[in-house]
């Protein structure tokens, strides 16, 4: 098997944007061109286009979705993929994916989600500037307007349009240098073009691309559909050499103590008579545990990630909304379940009678992915054995859909 060379490029795509003028209710990233994310379509190009490591900047809390999209366009670079949280504005936010860059990358894109529809040819013309000598280079579009400046409504003068440019993304510059200007910054600068000028580099110009335009306003998202329309989403088909192992494995536990309002839930059934748990959600141990054992096997994060506090829709729900979710992250990552096995440690309630009934429940949850479960009470050891909580131990084998 080959070793994947560690890049000497990368590319922070800035996805923390909240979108305002769109209007669209979710971070701009996350708004559907098509059955796809704004992102998803711009990191579908950016993975085309030369190897590099992939940073993206996403708002806090929507690490989970980045993630997901992130890996259903990476193909078989999902090893390259980095996920951080952005800032309040969009310079800290490329200080953070600059914080994350790998050790040998000598080279920084910059690029904005928003330009989704941006072509790899683009990123490519960005490199070959930077790798001739040059600072920092980004691609441009001559400005074929009139344009005129404007007093109080009144038009003061005519602008030549021949000495004007509009400035595109990806922006690329020699690492050493975006990182020197950003230590220095002492304000906030409308691109890192200008960040960069501002300490004292000339950047140069390429060929940007009318593709590679903005989207800001339900205009440009009415533009970007129709053009996605007439020529679909297609996965991505970079290859490194050697693909990913499969199959995968993943281990996920998970605890909760007795003191919860309402009935027990545990292993997707209803327990009456039974002390309820506690937890954000309904406490199902069993069923958390394995969300976390198949999104470790895909290597998409863990239940945190994905149905954490900050996810208010998971609050009360039972293992069908946990485990249907977890099914569909993985099919969008690739994966596919090959079986879960769960064991459980509490001295109640007892499993025995009702094992099949939640190796069925749990199954069918899963898409009919077979799984597992066995009991033990521990024999009256430590917080399981003393009746004060339960305990739950599960794997998970995936593979390559």
């Known amino acids: 098997m080959s070793i994947t060379p560690v890049p000497r490029i990368a590319v922070i795509v800035v996805a923390a944007g909240s979108g305002t003028r769109l209007a669209a209710g979710v971070p701009k990233a996350f708004v559907g061109i098509d059955e796809h994310s704004m992102l998803r379509h711009a990191l579908t190009r950016v993975f085309d286009g030369p190897q590099a490591q992939v940073v993206i900047v996403a708002p806090e809390g929507r690490e989970g979705d980045a993630l997901t999209d992130a890996l259903a366009a990476a193909g078989d670079r999902r090893d390259l993929v980095t996920i951080v949280a952005g800032g309040p504005t969009r310079q800290s936010s490329v200080a953070a994916g600059l914080g994350a860059l790998w050790g040998d990358v000598d080279v920084v894109l910059v690029h904005d989600a928003a330009r989704a529809l941006t072509p790899p040819a683009v990123f490519e013309r960005v490199i070959a500037a930077v790798d001739a000598g040059r600072p920092g280079a980004i691609p441009v579009l001559p400005v074929i307007d009139t344009i005129k400046r404007v007093e109080d409504a009144s038009i003061v003068a005519a602008v030549d349009r021949a000495e004007l440019s509009a400035a595109q993304t990806p922006q690329g510059f020699r690492r050493s240098i975006l990182d020197a ?221």
Request: aromatic share 6%.
């Open 181 to 401: 200007a950003y230590e220095i910054a002492d304000r906030e600068y409308t691109d890192d073009a200008a960040l960069v000028a501002a300490a004292g580099h000339t950047v140069a110009v390429v060929d940007g691309d009318p593709l590679a335009f903005k989207i800001t306003t339900p205009a440009d998202l009415d533009r970007a559909r129709s053009l996605v329309a007439r020529h679909p989403l297609t996965q991505s088909t970079a290859h490194l050499g050697n693909a990913m192992p499969i199959p995968r494995v993943g281990v996920g536990t998970d605890v909760h103590a007795f003191g919860g309002d309402g009935p027990l839930w545990l292993a997707g059934l209803e327990w009456p008579a039974e002390p309820a748990l506690s937890g954000h959600s309904d406490g199902d141990a069993v069923a958390h545990a394995i969300v976390d054992a198949l999104l470790s096997a895909a290597g998409l994060g863990d239940i945190g990630t994905h149905f954490g506090t900050d996810h208010p829709e998971y609050a009360g729900a039972h293992a069908d909304a946990f485990l249907s979710r977890t099914l569909a992250l993985l099919g969008e990552a690739g994966w596919r379940i090959g079986n879960v096995a769960v064991q459980v440690q509490a001295n109640r309630p007892r499993f025995a009678a009702r094992r099949v009934e939640a190796e069925h429940a749990l199954s069918s949850a899963l898409g009919g992915a077979p799984v597992s479960v066995s009991a033990t009470t521990t024999d009256g050891l430590g917080f399981t054995g003393r009746g004060e909580g339960v305990a739950a131990f599960a794997f998970a084998l995936v593979v390559s859909a």
